[in-house]
């Protein structure tokens, strides 16, 4: 019996080399070759693909990182941590615009709002409306450079170009 199976398992071969070599002689190589080729291209391409998307994916994400956390650093609301004032300052920073209040006995006695920029250092308010003690400022920018430190917002410039600010914000949580 384990004499038929030799037999049996040479046939098979012999038949298996048979089609291989039909196969050479039609088409120029063997379809193992052409299939281990194939398998190759395949692998390559797919091995390529994958590094151009992880490249895309890397630089995103750092382009991503970067813009964002300028901005995101500055949303929120901040309370004026710096001031000598009767009564208490908060801001509200959201993408794109602002406006902070002057309270007095919850009371408000001062306020102004309108949109910003900031480029990860300056900071520029374009004061667009507010109560009437601040209506001179309507149409003016405050530019200040923007120093983080913690939870604090260090501000250094000029409202309108004239009035000088210099501010501690601190993040209200």
């Known amino acids: 019996m384990l004499h038929n199976s030799r037999n049996l398992s040479g046939a098979v ?13 039609k088409h120029g190589r063997s379809s ?12 390559i391409g797919i091995t390529i693909a994958c590094v151009a998307i992880l490249f895309c994916v890397s630089f995103t994400f750092k382009f991503h990182e970067s813009s964002v956390s300028n901005t995101d650093q500055i ?6 941590v710096s001031t000598d004032m ?13 406006v902070w209040t002057h309270t ?3 009371v408000i006695v001062r306020s102004a709002g309108g949109t910003y920029t900031f480029d990860g250092e300056t900071y520029i308010e374009n004061i667009k409306y507010g ?3 601040m209506s001179n400022f309507f149409g003016q920018k405050a530019v200040v450079k923007i120093r983080f430190e ?4 260090h501000y250094n410039g000029l409202l309108a170009g004239i009035v000088p600010l210099n501010e501690v914000w601190e993040r209200v949580e």
Do not use: P, Y
């Open 86 to 98: 009767e009564g208490e300052m908060l801001k509200t920073i959201t993408k794109g615009h602002f």
């Open 75 to 80: 949303i929120g609301m901040w309370k004026m």
């Open 150 to 153: 913690g939870k604090k917002i």
């Open 104 to 106: 007095v006995n919850n």
């Open 131 to 133: 109560t009437q003690s």
């Open 32 to 43: 193992k070759s052409q299939m281990s080729r194939g398998n190759k291209k395949r692998g």
């Open 13 to 25: 071969a012999n038949q298996s080399g048979a089609m291989e070599a039909e196969t050479i002689l």
